[in-house]
């Protein structure tokens, strides 16, 4: 649910003419009791807006950079419609395991880097993306989205509003906005996809 009716208003210095709100599926649907992230039926193909979480793992020295491990996306309803792990290009020096939830046995026969990144790519192409700091998850896929189909969750600002100015964690936004408890031990990167397009619809 939204805490404005204007939902399309996501960026200062971006004129709301230019942004491109969500139409359909997501707007006419309730959520489900079961978990909250999920919108009932069965629809699992792409839809006009995707959201995407990405997990990392550390390298370099004392595992302070960061590299691409996992990435999920899911649709306007919060089904999952992509989610891989990837090949680090380089030797992974901390897992990061309590946080990112990737163990060794996941990246033994992951994807390779190029693959997810040219499938992630064609994905996101005219669509709408939601997410988390998700500049962050762009970053570590050297990807670029266009500003104006991007929506940033940490980045609105009835929802800084509501944390006193201060960027939300988007653990605390799922708790306040949506009453759904994520990230309770490691994370997933499916279900975080999902709280963000939750926040947004």
């Known amino acids: 649910k939204s805490v404005t009716k204007k939902s399309e208003v996501w960026f200062d210095g971006v004129d709301p003419s230019l942004l491109e709100p969500e139409i ?13 992230l999920v919108k009932p039926g069965s629809f699992n193909k792409p839809t006009r807006t995707i959201a995407m979480d990405c997990e990392m793992v550390g390298v370099g020295p ?5 590299v691409l491990a996992r990435v999920s996306l899911v ?3 919060g089904h999952c419609i992509y989610d891989k792990f990837v090949k680090p290009r380089e030797e992974v020096v901390d897992y990061r395991t309590p946080v990112s939830g990737v163990r060794p046995k996941d990246l033994e026969n992951a994807e390779e880097f190029s693959v997810v990144q040219k499938e992630v790519g064609q994905l996101l192409e005219g669509r709408i993306l939601v997410g988390h700091a998700v500049h962050h998850d762009l970053k570590v896929l050297f990807l670029s989205h266009p500003r104006r189909k991007i929506r940033d969750t940490s980045a609105y600002k009835p929802f800084r509003t509501m944390f006193g100015g201060r960027t939300p964690s988007l653990k605390k936004l799922s708790e306040r906005i949506l009453g759904v408890k994520v990230q309770e031990g490691e994370h997933s990167s499916v279900q975080d996809a999902q709280a963000a397009m939750r926040c947004y619809t």
């Open 75 to 77: 649709n306007a309803m």
């Open 62 to 66: 004392e595992g302070k950079d960061s």
């Open 24 to 36: 359909g599926l997501a707007a006419k649907s309730k959520l489900t009791v079961s978990n909250g």
